[in-house]
């Protein structure tokens, strides 16, 4: 196919077909024969330059306009414009495309006079993500021009409180990449919590001030967690973690873990963490251990937090799109009697779990998919598709809930239990090094990988994320 540029290489290039139709317009033809020469496709979608509006069309009497603003609202977005006929007093009519479909076709109202520019606005449904939204002009004469695009990022609504986002101070990753809540002072000179709850301050640091997805791997260092098939449940909550945060980050979503490597975390700091930040979700994630009684299905459970109805929707949620990718493959299940989504107390009627009991103005999670003490499902948590499908079904529960008011699935209940296994405290608690070497990964977190076959990202102990968000600029849409 053969393009055609024209004088000013920033324009885009008109259809093939658009050379059939009349040109009133002697110059017009002049300005097009002078330049038949041929451009890269991409040209076809260059993004005029900002701030020069609006865009000047390729010949005299094309239509122009660009697109001056996208703004996100959660599942939409809305997109405003400017377009003029510069030798009528007429209309332009115009398509609005995302990621290349059209979505929205209108016109502009009539200008106020001859040749002048009017505003539109249109509103588009769109999921989650990066979005490429472009402008394309109609005229009678020219047929149909792509003039202007923008990348969009839409932002999740915003469910968490503004009190909580005001309290949060932040979390630094320290030079060894361990995460740590910041208890005050300034950039050069922070104070922070460490891991086992000492004070410590840090010269060196990178700050994060916000994320809107908190991912916390279950136990660490010498609290294994559930072991079976080889495998220890902190190293491959760390594994499915990772690549939990790496999808939100594809999406353009921030999302930060608490644990970054093979060391102690007690949950007081876990919670500390995940406040500093103020998420929407904080959830942590597990693996399960003990059951043995045989079931026809996956036994996924999900605790959620009391007196939080948002969280248990979206424990009710997790558990239908967790259990339903579990159930993609085959195995000797096992399940116990709180499968589903479930409440857990004390006996005073608090919260069982600290992730939930120390963070009680979040909307936190506990999810346990496979049972690692069941050779069976140990065997199956050793593939790569499955430790995709957990993280995609994490992913696309917590996109659910965000972007819609499904109750999902509790099967769960609630009941009181308060036997615990005595792990996740401050007591014997070792802190890794903060300002030096990398925090270790285990050879047993190597043997996840492996077993991965490559498909999994590689580790990075050192993790320093930017928040895509800004806290000033949060809930909202960054376009470029
Ligand atoms: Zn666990």
Redesign the pocket.
């Known amino acids: 196919m053969t393009h055609f540029a024209y004088p000013g290489a920033d324009y885009p290039v008109m259809a093939p077909s658009t050379l059939s139709g009349v040109f009133p317009r002697v110059l017009a033809i002049m300005v097009i024969l002078a330049a038949a020469f041929t451009v890269p496709a991409a040209a076809q979608e260059a993004p005029s330059a900002p701030g020069l509006a609006p865009a000047i069309g390729p010949w005299i009497g094309a239509p122009r306009g660009q697109i001056t603003d996208v703004a996100g609202n959660g599942d939409s977005l809305t997109i405003t414009g400017v377009a003029r006929d510069p030798d009528s007093a007429q209309a332009v009519r115009y398509d609005i495309l995302v990621n290349g479909l059209t979505v929205a076709s209108g016109a502009t109202p009539r200008p106020s006079g001859f040749g002048r520019a009017a505003e539109f606005s249109e509103d588009v449904v769109v999921s989650a993500g990066k979005h490429t939204v472009c402008l394309r002009l109609t005229d009678g004469r020219f047929d149909k021009r792509t003039v202007n695009c923008r990348t969009a990022v839409t932002a999740p609504p915003v469910r968490v409180a503004q009190s909580t986002i005001d309290k949060a101070k932040g979390v630094a990753i320290t030079r060894s990449g361990v995460v740590v809540p910041i208890l005050g002072g300034e950039p050069g000179n922070l104070r922070v919590q460490t891991p086992c709850g000492a004070e410590a301050t840090l010269t060196d640091a990178t700050i994060i001030d916000r994320a809107r997805v908190v991912i916390d791997p ?2 660490g260092g010498s609290e294994s ?2 072991v079976g098939g080889g495998l220890q ?1 902190k190293n491959v909550n760390l594994v499915v973690s990772e690549l939990v945060v790496k999808k939100f980050e594809d999406l353009g979503i921030s999302a930060q873990l608490t644990r970054t490597g093979d060391y102690r975390l007690p949950i007081g700091t876990r919670a500390q963490i995940a406040t500093n930040l103020a998420p929407d979700v904080f959830l942590s994630l ?2 399960n251990g003990g059951a043995v009684r045989p079931s026809s299905r996956p036994g996924t459970e999900i605790f959620y937090s009391e007196a939080r109805p948002e969280s248990k929707r979206l424990a009710a949620i997790l558990y239908e799109e967790m259990n339903a990718a579990a159930a993609q493959f085959s195995a000797n299940w096992v399940s116990t009697v709180s499968e589903g989504a479930s409440l857990r107390l004390r006996e005073d009627g608090k919260d069982l779990y600290g992730v939930h009991r120390f963070s009680p103005e979040l909307d936190s999670v506990i999810t346990e998919f496979l049972y690692l003490s069941n050779s069976s499902e140990a065997q199956l948590m050793k593939r790569p598709e499955v430790i995709e499908a957990e993280a995609q079904s994490i992913v696309d529960g917590i996109l659910r809930w965000w972007f819609t008011e499904d109750s999902g699935t509790t099967r769960g209940r609630q009941f009181t239990d308060s036997s615990s296994t005595g792990t996740g405290g401050f007591d014997n608690c070792n802190d890794p090094a903060l300002n030096s070497g990398s925090v270790g990964l285990s050879v047993q977190r190597e043997q996840v990988l492996a077993a991965a076959a490559g498909k999994i990202p590689a580790p990075k102990p050192a993790r320093s994320l930017l928040p895509a968000f800004e806290l000033g600029a949060d809930p909202s849409v960054s376009s470029s």
């Open positions: 279950g136990h967690g559930a449940e597990h693996h």
